[in-house]
């Protein structure tokens, strides 16, 4: 249905170390590699967990792991890095520039539109505590660079991460 013959990187989302146990997945993975219908495949982790994936990494099947890293959640450096590189798993960093904190577009009259997720994420406490984080940091930007070349510089300095996801939803965010 998506035309190629062979996906580059299949990835699952929400990723359950769990999901290992009945050994099933391993074959699967191994099965559609050798059949040449994926070339490498890699899990999401989930947010707050990087810990979560480091018994799949070490199982040895997984070729990257996509991770929520950026300036404010540096976690996954603890422990998932280094596994990481010890077993030459490729990392992608996403939410580099933290939900919008790091773009410093974030106002307190911020609105999203009908059913964004953001609104619900940035409600009360959060979207204040938020937008203060990124104002401190701020501060410390030098003044030739803006706030997201500092995001992305933060990542990128870090052999350890492969690619980095610096998405973002109008093209004046960058």
Known sequence: NLGVDTIDLLQLHVWEDDWLDSGELQRTVAELKREGA?????????????W?????????????VQVIYNIFDQAPEDELFAACRELNVGIIARVPFDEGSLTGTLTPD??????????????????RQTIERGERLRADVP??????????RFIRRNPAVTTTIPWMRRLGHG
């Open 52 to 64: 979560n994936g480091i018994k799949a990494v070490r199982a040895g099947f997984v070729d990257s």
């Open 110 to 127: 911020v609105t999203f539109p009908q059913g964004d997720w953001r609104a619900l994420y940035f409600r009360n406490e959060n979207l």
């Open 38 to 50: 994926i070339r490498a495949f890699g899990i999401s982790l989930n947010r707050w967990e990087p």
């Open 143 to 152: 003044a030739a660079m803006s706030m997201t070349e500092l995001a992305l």
